[in-house]
């Protein structure tokens, strides 16, 4: 079984900042991407950022500038380190990871539960 748990998501002032962390654990063999997503109600579910196991990175246009995804490969960690929050980046977000539990296996898409994240005033 894998699971991913999300935390650091809250209320923050526009502005402000805010650090996720996403930890997979499990019977995991390989990590490859790993990304970050963000949902609101009534919309579809939208990549935020993505980080290979390399370790290059891509962005959605809207958190260019603002946002860093980071990963640690040692402990199959994902960060995001989200700055300059605006209202409309208030969504919950969700971890991704595509990876493998066996040296045989193909490998699958991972979710996290999500977390809230909140920016107002």
């Known amino acids: 079984q894998v699971q991913l748990v999300e935390s650091g998501g809250g209320l923050v002032q526009p502005g402000g900042s805010l650090r996720l962390s996403c930890a997979a654990s499990?019977?995991?063999?390989?990590?490859?991407?790993m990304a970050w997503y963000r949902q609101t109600p009534g919309n579809q579910r939208e990549l935020v950022a993505v980080?290979?196991?390399?370790?290059?990175?891509n962005y959605a246009d809207s958190v260019k500038g603002r946002f860093t995804i980071s990963r640690d490969n040692a402990k199959n960690m994902v960060y995001l380190q989200m700055n300059s929050l605006k209202p409309e980046d208030t969504a919950v977000y969700y971890c991704?990871?595509?990876?493998?539990?066996?040296?045989?296996?193909?490998?699958?898409?991972?979710w996290g539960q999500g977390t809230q994240v909140t920016v107002s005033s």
């Open positions: 499990g019977s995991i063999f390989t990590i490859y991407a």
């Open positions: 991704n990871a595509n990876l493998k539990t066996g040296a045989t296996t193909r490998s699958y898409n991972y």
């Open positions: 980080i290979t196991g390399s370790g290059s990175t």
